[in-house]
């Protein structure tokens, strides 16, 4: 779904960054209650490559903030194949609790 607006709207860049839910956030809330579940780390990393993966523009994609344990970026079309190959080093060879306990050890989120 991302990944077919972009592709309408042609922006010049996308940034992606790991959701991070705060205890005072209303997400956090809803959570708290059982109306939403959070994905796994591993998982925000599938999306990401599944959004990648589907960008038909050309865009400089970049996944460079603290919330995300590997940054990246790089130009699409031209670096799909170099993109999507380090997602699967993660997702082949990160273990969510690698993931987990580096979002813990960033005191600012």
């Not at 999306?47 to 523009?57: A, G, K, P």
Request: hydrophobic share 35%.
């Amino acid at each position: 779904m991302t990944a077919a607006i972009c592709n309408q709207i042609h922006p010049a860049r996308i940034g992606a960054n790991m959701l991070t839910i705060y205890p005072d956030s209303e997400l956090y809330t809803e959570i708290q209650h059982g109306n939403w579940q959070e994905e796994s780390e591993l998982e925000k990393y599938k999306e990401v490559r599944t959004l990648i993966e589907n960008l038909q523009i050309p865009v400089i994609f970049a996944a460079m903030g603290t919330s995300n344990a590997y940054q990246f970026c790089g130009q699409l079309p031209k670096d799909r194949i170099k993109l999507l190959s380090f997602l699967d080093e993660i997702i082949g060879n990160v273990s969510e609790e690698e993931l987990q306990q580096y979002r813990r050890s960033v005191h600012h989120l």
